[in-house]
C-alpha cells in the first residue's frame, strides 16, 4: 500500500492527451493509479491514448486500480468492452470497493504496551 495515489474522475469529453501526459510522466511520483468510470466500469469508446498510457504505467510497475462514480454497485469485469479491455492489460477492478478503499495510507504499525 502506499501514499502516493492519484484519482481520476472520468467525465465526458476528458482531454485524454493530458491524462496520458500524466499516466506516463507522473510514474516517479505517483506509484498508482485510481479511475472511478461510469455505472459497472464503463468510459468513453474512444480511449486508445488512454489505455496505451495505462498500459505504460502498468508496464513501469505501477497499480492502476477502477472503482464506480456510482455511490452503490460493483465494478462488473468484462461488463463493457472497454472494462475487458482495461482488464486485458491489467487494470485491477474494485469490485464493491469504494474510491476511498484503495487511496486509503497504510496502517501503521502497532505499537508495543
Known amino acids: 500500500m502506499t501514499d502516493k495515489v492519484v484519482v481520476l474522475k472520468m467525465v465526458p469529453y476528458l482531454d485524454v492527451s493530458a491524462l496520458r501526459r500524466f499516466a506516463v510522466l507522473g510514474t516517479t511520483s505517483c506509484r498508482a493509479r485510481v479511475l472511478e468510470l461510469y455505472g459497472t466500469g464503463n468510459a468513453p469508446r474512444k480511449i486508445a ?14 497499480l492502476v486500480v477502477v472503482t464506480s462514480q456510482c455511490s452503490s454497485g460493483a465494478v462488473v469485469p468484462g461488463s463493457y468492452a472497454v472494462n475487458k479491455e482495461l482488464e486485458q492489460i491489467g487494470v485491477v477492478p474494485a469490485l464493491v470497493m469504494t474510491t476511498e478503499v484503495p487511496v486509503r495510507p497504510p496502517p501503521s504499525p502497532p505499537r508495543a504496551l
Open 49 to 62: 491514448d488512454l489505455l496505451l498510457a495505462l498500459k505504460e504505467a502498468k508496464d513501469k510497475g505501477r
